[in-house]
Nanobody
């Protein structure tokens, strides 16, 4: 059974930083391309960052230069370092597999972690 446990969210002032973590179990993590998704109220879920098994990364334009995705295969964990946070980054953040955004696994969704940025 697959479990994704996201953590690290919170309430932060605009311009601040947070580091999200996602611990995965039940999958061969090191072979998976992993992504961080977010969903804001009233908006569609979007893939904001992804990382291949070999460490190649991609970002949505709105977070380029501010967010950094990384992974530790020994710990089955993927991270999202978020700097220079903006109010529009407020959302619930989730991890799942994926590179294109639509290639997630429905059974991988965890509870997410709430990020709230105060302007």
């Amino acid at each position: 059974q697959v479990h994704m446990v996201e953590s690290g969210g919170g309430l932060v002032q605009a311009g601040g930083s947070l580091r999200l973590s996602c611990a995965a179990s039940g999958i061969i993590f090191r072979f998976k391309t992993m992504g961080w998704y977010r969903q804001a109220p009233g908006k569609q879920r979007e893939l904001v960052a992804a990382i291949t098994s070999g460490g190649i990364t991609k970002y949505v334009d709105s977070v380029k230069g501010r967010f950094t995705i990384s992974r530790d295969n020994a710990k089955n964990t993927v991270y999202l370092q978020m700097n220079s946070l903006k109010a529009e980054d407020t959302a619930v953040y989730y991890c799942n597999r994926g590179w294109y955004g639509g290639d997630y696994e429905e059974g991988y969704w965890g509870q997410g972690t709430q990020v709230t940025v105060l302007s």
